[in-house]
């Protein structure tokens, strides 16, 4: 059975993924290199203390360079145009050549903020490197839940069609003018940054291998991606198993089958968690009232509302709005 034409299940999917906030930092070095970036939840605080999660990205725009997972002796060269990206946030290493003292992106944090988008070098010589590198914070809740069928790294080239090089462009250009005057260009990199990390995405799905796992499976399953696009795009909708196997062309039980197979839960399982995670981003906005969350969440009443959120979440509705309300400290 084809996937309707009208539904885009991978779209409705990365609509969950929210930016919060994205930081970027502009750098060129001189062969050999090396730099050491611990896992993105030690310095997550000290970039957006609010973020539920933090995803690097480095886009190689000049030069070469090779980037892997910390501790793994597996490297994987990388060509200008191509982007390296770490959906999970894990420790890392970028460098050029071998024998250099490792550089750690931790300790010198504080020294890149102060400089902002302005193009940081570290050495000097020919065939250096230029780096542009993305922080993007996501919120707590549908942020990670999309990214868990993700590997630690993924990598793509930009420049194998004119969106990507439009794409890459566009990024080079904006922290060009977000370092001379800023005048709205962060802005501009923040759009920018959310519509790379899909991109990212977008083209790892088209070249990854058969045996990947979660939604990406999920998605090479016209029924399943069927079914998942209306629980993402109408989870309000009273949906029964019935009704979601009928609109999949699958029978009920075999619909259950195989959505647990690849997802890990039940359909209606996995319509009740996105529902009460849902509802948990609209109580962080603060511009609903828990009635009106409970009704936009698909719950006929709010009684039966706060039960399955304080099931989910360990706490009602209110005492987790009151809690993220509350000021955070962060560490100088």
């Known amino acids: 059975m084809p996937v309707p034409p009208h539904v885009d299940p991978l779209s409705e999917i990365l609509t969950d993924l929210k930016l919060d906030s994205a930081f970027f930092f502009n750098a060129e070095f001189a062969p050999p290199w090396c730099v050491h970036s611990p896992p993105s939840r030690d310095y997550a605080p000290h970039l957006s203390p609010r973020a539920g999660h933090l995803i690097i990205f480095h886009m190689l725009t000049a030069g070469s360079m090779y980037a892997g997972l910390d501790r793994d002796t597996d490297r994987v060269s990388l060509s200008p145009g191509e982007v390296i990206a770490f959906p999970h946030g894990d420790a890392h290493v970028l460098g050029s050549g071998a024998g250099v003292h490792q550089i750690e992106a931790g300790d010198a944090l504080a020294h890149v903020r102060r400089r902002g988008l302005e193009l940081a070098r570290f050495g000097s010589g020919k065939d250096s490197t230029r780096v542009v590198c993305g922080f993007m914070a996501l919120d707590s809740q549908l942020g990670p839940a999309v990214l868990a069928g993700l590997p630690p790294m993924l990598r793509v080239s930009l420049r194998q069609d004119p969106s990507g090089h439009w794409l890459e462009n566009s990024i080079r250009f904006s922290v060009t003018q977000a370092a001379a005057s800023g005048d709205g260009s962060r802005a501009v990199l923040a759009r920018l940054a959310e519509t790379l990390f899909l991109e990212v995405i977008r083209r790892y799905i088209q070249q990854s ?19 998942l696009s209306l629980l993402h795009n109408r989870s309000s909708e009273p949906w029964t198993l019935a009704a979601l196997a009928r609109e999949s062309g699958l029978s009920r039980s075999v619909l259950a089958e195989r959505f ?12 009740t968690r996105r529902r009460l995670q849902l509802a948990a981003r609209l109580l962080a906005a603060q511009q609903m009232s828990v009635a009106e969350i ?9 009684p039966a509302f706060h039960r399955a959120f304080k099931r989910e979440f360990g706490v009602p509705p209110v005492r987790y709005r009151t809690g993220l ?8």
């Open 209 to 227: 291998p058969e045996a990947v796992s979660g939604w990406l499976a999920a998605l090479r399953d016209p029924a399943l991606a069927t079914a």
């Open 260 to 271: 647990k197979s690849c997802l890990g839960y039940s359909p209606m399982a996995y319509l």
């Open 294 to 302: 409970s009704a936009a969440s698909g719950y006929e009443s709010e």
């Open 325 to 332: 309300s509350k000021p955070q400290e962060t560490e100088r």
